[in-house]
């Protein structure tokens, strides 16, 4: 049981939830299907363990680094006396030895000790085994969680421990904590470091709903923030949005009452109608396509919208994006990626193909030009709603005597679909000065509505499948 | 401890791999159900199907949809006949007190329906439960206990037990909606992507009864894989590939080029928008793909 165990433990601190159930199934499916085979034991592990597509490349990962260099390693530890060594001498003097007795000899230089060495063996990468540090990782915790457990007679889990239940611990317990911490982040950046997906990123804060909120309740006009430090908010106001909106589209299917079927229904109530059945509604998934504005001003906010937009993809079946500066491209293929790393990697390799040569400033006559050949294959309908994210700020697009060339351009594209919408995320004040074309746009059929807050935002296109 | 299968989906003309066969075999030896997950068209059904043929087992199916009930799957009392059964006791007794109404929760007037048929089956079984994603959540929430006790309780009937441990579940779904926890705990996992060029040369192979290294078996395995490296809206699967060769061979086709891929494209793309995607792409398709 105990390599599974340690496997199990391995699996856990990498983000699987993996409960005593299926630890029980892989124990079984190691017994029955053994080891020598490593391909058998690998795919019947991974049947018992992994629930979802998007562990298997984790499963794969820390089942390579813990088995299979096990073999090798075990010949040629980088320093295997040293190691040992260090072990046994804090196994042999913790197991079993009450709390109050184990010294301070004992907590400073021997666990360090045997924490360092395994965090070398980690670290070196070559010289370690996943297995070994796997136990070794096993050992502190019952020895630590023992030690608490004399200490104060309670069996709370170390990591449980209330900031006010810490600050009773003494320094020294305090200090165990602390190395196995450590001994733990050496073990996961090791482990990132092959995976290079932040999706298991243990290390950063946990979303809470007062951050959410104070993402979407933040004026777009004064906040500048690189997707990558809020990524994980996003995701996780996407995957809210896509529950909520799961939820609603249930309610919406339900049409008037099936006097037909709930008269059937309530034959074996002696036809006091019970329970009602109603009739369902056909809900049109719209066709969204939407161009988002990338050049400097409004970049990040392009950027954010993409982030919940590949979060809560499984709300639009029928979505296009497309992202433009002065020229442009469609990154619809990014939202598919299994991760949102990889969907961002997908995202800028899009940029690699452009029509033209890329400039950082703004041309809606040149992108949508673009956007009329890219969309040639599937062109627009009346079904369609066109969503553009932008501050209508057209730098470099021509002009002629009744107005920028790009509003003809988007007429073209008011024409044949249903609603033309653009989003604009500049104070209404600014709207008209300068190179901004709003006014231009509103004659062509275009409806412009200011976004003062990502949650602006966010209900705006939201509301597009009810409208 | 060594391992060996003793499915050999191979006789049901199903080409698996390694991953397929150990869980199956798993499933077998734990008594455990399968979630089977991939893109549309990868096989997921045709394992249980093959599975069932391979054991010589009974198959019971289940296609799920959206709005499938209890009453569905396990079964209904049948009101009509038990109102018939009312008025013919009634005529037959002076008293209506005399009745049993019991009776009439009995299995007598039970329709019974694939889950519970599969429940109380004496002989080994293969439970398919297709597309579990299109289901709504209550349903989901319902299959736990016959998922995970082996057990399906109806009020009026009482608990049944499944009656032979040799009973396999696999359900299979599209991903069209994340499954819940508790579910996916109660199951094997196994995921069938797109097949590797060699595997689907085994499959045309195996359906067209061509050799797997004839040249026209790798010519169509090349430009199948050339097809699915492009962003299409529906990427080709194996059901279309199948009957893509097998179009080839009924017209006599010998080898692959460009007017014979453009005629027959529409066999394997199913949107206008990617046959025209693909147009100007198809020379280069079969450059790489026969290469």
């Not at chain 1, 400097?296 to 993809?313: E, N």
Request: with cysteine; glycine share 4%.
């Amino acid at each position: 049981m105990g390599v599974i165990l340690n496997f199990v433990t391995m699996l856990r601190y990498f983000g699987l939830p993996i409960s005593p159930d299926e630890t029980i199934t892989a124990q079984k499916a190691y017994q029955i299907l053994g080891t020598q085979q490593k391909e058998i034991f690998h795919f019947g592990l991974r049947a018992a363990i992994v629930k979802k597509k998007e562990d298997l490349h984790i499963f794969d990962t820390v089942f390579d680094s813990f088995f299979t260099r096990q073999s090798s390693t075990n010949s040629t530890p980088s320093d295997p006396e040293s190691y040992e060594r260090a072990k046994n001498r804090f196994i042999s003097r913790l197991e079993g030895t009450p709390y109050q007795e184990i010294g301070q000899e004992i907590l400073e230089d021997q666990v360090n000790h045997a924490i360092q060495t395994a965090v070398e063996m980690v670290g070196d990468g070559e010289g370690s085994s996943g297995q070994s540090i796997g136990n070794e990782l096993s050992n502190l915790q019952r020895t630590l969680q023992r030690a608490f457990n004399l200490a104060f007679g309670v069996k709370v889990p170390i990591r449980d421990l209330t900031p006010s239940q810490r600050q009773v611990l003494p320094d020294q317990t305090i200090q165990l904590a602390a190395n196995l911490q450590f001994f733990e982040q050496g073990i996961k950046k090791r482990f990132q470091e092959q995976l290079q997906d932040t999706s298991l990123d243990q290390e950063e804060e946990p979303v809470n709903l007062s951050s959410i909120d104070s993402f979407l309740y933040q004026d777009l006009s004064f906040v500048s923030m690189s997707v990558a430090n809020v990524k994980e908010q996003l995701i996780e106001i996407g995957r809210i949005l896509a529950s909520r909106e799961k939820r609603r589209r249930k309610r919406a299917k339900r049409g008037k009452l099936d006097f037909r079927r709930t008269f059937r229904k309530n034959l074996a109530n002696n036809g006091v109608p019970l329970d009602l059945v109603q009739k369902k509604k056909q809900i049109q998934d719209p066709d969204i396509v939407i161009l988002n504005d990338v050049s400097g001003s409004t970049r990040w906010v392009a950027d954010w919208f993409f982030a919940i937009t590949y979060a809560a993809q499984g709300v639009f079946k029928k979505i296009r994006i497309f992202e433009f500066d002065n020229t442009m491209v469609e990154v619809t293929a990014a939202l598919r990626k299994k991760t949102i790393n990889r969907a961002l990697e997908e995202r800028s390799k899009c940029w690699e193909k452009t029509l033209r040569p890329r400039r950082i400033h703004s041309d809606y006559q040149s992108s949508l030009e673009d956007f009329f050949h890219l969309i040639k294959f599937r062109p627009l309908n009346r079904r369609t709603t066109v969503l553009i994210l932008g501050d209508c700020r057209d730098c470099e697009g021509t002009w002629r005597t009744a107005g920028p060339i790009s509003a003809e351009l988007l007429y073209k594209v008011v024409l044949p679909t249903k609603r033309v919408i653009v989003l604009n995320p500049e104070d209404e004040s600014l709207w008209n000065t300068g190179d901004s074309v709003v006014q231009y746009f509103q004659t062509v059929g275009a409806e412009i509505f200011h976004v003062a807050t990502l949650n602006d935002l966010i209900d705006f296109v939201f509301d597009l499948k009810r409208n | 401890m060594t391992f060996s299968s003793e499915i050999d989906l191979a006789t049901q003309k199903y080409i698996s791999n390694p991953e397929i066969d150990i869980t199956l075999q798993l499933a077998l030896k734990l008594n455990r159900p399968i979630l089977i997950e991939g893109p549309a068209g990868t096989g997921k059904t045709s394992v249980a199907i093959s599975m069932a043929g391979a054991l010589n087992w009974k198959l019971f199916r289940i296609q799920c949809y959206e709005g499938i009930t209890f009453e569905s799957v396990i079964g209904e009392f049948d009101y009509k006949r038990q109102l018939l059964h009312i008025e013919l006791e009634r005529q037959k007794s002076t008293s209506s007190s005399l009745i049993n109404f019991e009776d009439i929760f009995s299995r007598k007037f039970f329709i019974e329906r694939p889950l519970f048929h599969s429940f109380i089956e004496n002989e080994p079984n293969v439970l398919l439960i297709d597309e579990i994603d299109k289901s709504d959540e209550e349903f989901e929430a319902f299959l736990l206990e016959a998922l995970g006790e082996r057990q399906i309780t109806i009020p009026e009937l009482g608990t049944f037990k499944a009656k032979n441990d040799q009973q396999i579940v696999i359900l299979t779904s599209n991903s069209s909606r994340d499954l819940s926890e508790p579910l996916r705990r109660r199951c094997l996992f196994l995921y069938i992507d797109f097949p590797s060029p060699e595997r689907e040369r085994k499959i045309l192979a195996a359906h067209t009864g061509r050799n797997f290294d004839d040249p026209l078996i790798q010519s169509i395995a090349g430009i199948i894989q050339q097809i699915r490296q492009y962003d299409l809206r529906k990427v080709p699967s194996i059901a279309e590939t199948i009957d893509w060769a097998k179009a080839l061979v009924l017209l006599g086709k010998e080898h692959i080029d460009e007017p014979t891929l453009r005629e027959t494209i529409t066999v394997l793309l199913k949107y206008q928008e990617d046959i025209s995607r693909l147009e100007k792409q198809l020379s280069e398709i079969i450059r790489i793909g026969t290469k």
